[in-house]
């Protein structure tokens, strides 16, 4: 958090209307243009994470930049004038052409990394018999269903040296909303749940 914050001073030093230096207040809350009299706050970017479940399978993806063998749910930033529903909906059709037909909000995290992401967890769902993906192979490299069973063993081995070298799928780690994510769906799949 306090290194998201040092990041994003770093990154608004310049105004950029008037291209002045900006300064910094006291508490470090924001930054102000002398010349122009414009207040920078701090921001973070929305981002749905949605695991998506036919009821029996969850459905997993990779993209290239992700370790060798990690899973994870579908992410995605949203984009502006979308509302939460809106950007579950494109993102899940977007990446694995799915038709969302459930959704139910979980939880949501602050995540630092690479700039500070509000991230926004929701378990969706699909109707049963249009289960059958198009992988987008500009944003994933692979994605598939997976079984209660399959998922509950890889977060019970959940250890990424050991998983690498036996070429077994694994699972982001605790600290990350997507294992909450994957977790709570392995223990407990939601029922109920809001018209996306
Ligand atoms: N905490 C967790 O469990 C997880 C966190 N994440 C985070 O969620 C974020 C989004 O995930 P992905 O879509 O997989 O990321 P990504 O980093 O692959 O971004 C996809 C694309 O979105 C665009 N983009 C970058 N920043 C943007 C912004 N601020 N607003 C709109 N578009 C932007 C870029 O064109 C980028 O190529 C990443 O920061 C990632 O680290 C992703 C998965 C799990």
Redesign the pocket.
């Known amino acids: 958090m306090a290194q998201a914050l040092l990041r994003w001073h770093d990154a608004h030093q310049f105004c950029s209307r008037s291209g002045q230096p900006t300064k910094k207040n006291m508490a470090g809350s924001k930054r102000v243009c002398p010349s122009s009299k414009i207040i920078y706050y701090p921001q973070m970017?929305p981002?749905v994470?949605t695991l998506v479940s036919d009821g029996t399978r969850c459905l997993l993806a990779r993209?290239s930049?992700f370790p060798k063998g990690m899973y994870?749910?579908l992410?995605?930033?949203?984009?502006i004038g979308e509302s939460l529903e809106e950007a579950v909906r494109r993102e899940v059709a977007e990446e694995v052409g799915l038709e969302v037909e459930r959704l139910q909000y979980s939880a949501s995290?602050h995540?630092p990394?690479?700039?500070s992401?509000l991230?926004i967890?929701c378990h969706a769902t699909v109707q049963p018999g249009q289960t059958e993906i198009q992988v987008n192979l500009k944003?994933l490299e692979a994605a598939g269903w997976f079984s209660h069973d399959e998922v509950a063993t890889a977060l019970r081995k959940n250890n990424p040296y050991t998983q690498q070298q036996y070429g077994t799928f694994w699972l982001?780690p605790k600290?990350?909303?997507?294992?909450q994510?994957i977790k709570e769906w392995v223990e407990k799949p939601p029922c109920s749940t809001l018209p996306a």
Do not use: K
């Not at 600290?175 to 294992?179: K, P, T, V």
């Open positions: 970017a981002v994470i993209q930049s994870s749910a992410a995605g930033f949203c984009d995290q995540w990394f690479p700039n992401s991230m967890a944003e982001p600290l990350a909303i997507a294992h994510l």
